[in-house]
């Protein structure tokens, strides 16, 4: 464990409708989750000590869980893939009537989130939400759509938002989603890549966070709907590739966010705040190595954690557990190049206490969530990637 002080009307695209029912036909795959493996019955941590079971394998390149009230879990692979899986009986299946997404590079089927309100079969609010990179000739843009979810099918799919710009696909997406307690969407959009300067134009989506309504529509209270000059649905500017968020129970919203050659950051995203990118850094160019941008400058935001090294961010999730009594209230920020699972500690809005909780056990973890079962679940990104829950050692 380290202990730490580190404070540092505009247009927009939106297709309305709905698109025209899908039969949701399920294909019953191979997988079997009935009996979790376990990868590691005891791993030491400074507060407790852990163990490792492997729920699913075999799901290719996950990229986000999300759990059903029935017990089931949701799994999107970056193939276009949506898949639910029985954790009794062991069977996993393909949902049918998902949209084509493009594949190339980091593109594909990303982040899955159920309604705030979701009640279960074919409710109100039985909605799924997902995050995609849809084609668009030969270029793509980050989207968001929902699907009705009906029991062991899906239902009707409504495409709500997709950014401004289409450009060349393959990188930086963003594309997580969290939920703020007034019922509004949060969404990430990366800075596609290629062209970094985006993030500070505020005439574009991309490099960004958005804030939206439960049906895609912008929240009359946003922070720029006054502005003509910024597009309504911003958030906040100056973001990277956020590929982890999470509201915290006090309904504050974190993100983990990809720097370029090291330098990746933790941000408390707030309405309005600009966080610099690509005129402030705390990275490296991947070609020459030198710094890019400053350190800080005025009316930009700094970091509030910067992650040593090329940690390679993606899923955050905060622990309310009383199974992790001992973590309540800290965040687990999960790495991909680094395989690493850090616990942060939060105080007075700064982090005060790190400690490295995997490093290598499982993989590239691409996903972190808490579970309603208490326990904490983990996707690896690989071509044959897995579902991990982490529990304390010797809990039922």
Request: with cysteine; net charge negative.
């Amino acid at each position: 464990m380290q202990c730490i002080n580190n404070s540092n009307h505009t247009s927009r695209r939106l297709t309305a409708g709905v698109w025209a029912g899908i039969s949701g036909l399920v294909l019953a795959g191979a997988m079997n989750t009935a009996n979790a493996d376990i990868v590691q019955a005891s791993l030491e941590t400074d507060h407790l000590p852990l163990s490792i079971e492997r729920v699913a394998d075999g799901l290719q390149h996950p990229w986000a869980v999300a759990f059903l009230p029935d017990g089931r879990y949701l799994v999107s692979e970056r193939s276009g893939q949506l898949k639910l899986i029985d954790p009794e009986s062991g069977e996993t299946s393909t949902l049918e009537g998902m949209p084509e997404v493009s594949t190339r590079g980091q593109g594909g089927l990303l982040d899955v989130v159920l309604h705030p309100d979701f009640q279960g079969d074919d409710g109100e609010n039985a909605w799924i939400y997902f995050t995609w990179s849809k084609p668009d000739g030969n270029n793509s843009r980050s989207a968001l759509s929902r699907v009705k979810w009906q029991g062991n099918q899906l239902g009707d799919v409504e495409h709500l938002f997709e950014q401004d710009r289409a450009s060349a696909p393959g990188r930086h997406y963003g594309s997580r989603l969290a939920w703020l307690p007034d019922g509004t969407l949060l969404m990430s959009i990366g800075d596609r890549g290629r062209e970094p300067p985006r993030a500070q134009a505020s005439d574009d989506h991309a490099g960004s966070t958005l804030r939206l309504t439960d049906t895609g529509g912008v929240p009359d209270d946003n922070p720029f709907v006054d502005d003509d000059a910024t597009l309504d649905e911003i958030y906040s500017m100056g973001n990277r590739n956020i590929q982890g968020m999470t509201v915290l129970r006090n309904g504050q919203a974190w993100a983990t966010e990809h720097g370029p050659r090291t330098g990746d950051e933790l941000n408390h995203i707030q309405a309005g705040n600009n966080y610099g990118w690509p005129d402030v850094s705390q990275g490296n160019d991947y070609a020459t190595n030198q710094p890019i941008g400053e350190k800080s400058l005025p009316g930009m935001v700094d970091p509030v954690y910067v992650f040593e090294g090329r940690f390679a961010p993606s899923g955050l999730a905060e622990v309310t557990s009383s199974a992790f009594s001992a973590w309540d209230g800290s965040l687990l920020a999960g790495g991909l190049a680094s395989e690493k699972l850090l616990r942060l500690r939060i105080e007075d809005g700064d982090i005060v206490e790190e400690e490295l909780i995997l490093k290598g056990e499982v993989g590239r973890i691409r996903d972190v969530r808490q579970g309603p079962d208490g326990a904490v679940y983990l996707l690896t990104d690989a071509p044959q990637g897995g579902l991990y829950r982490l529990r304390p050692a010797g809990h039922p």
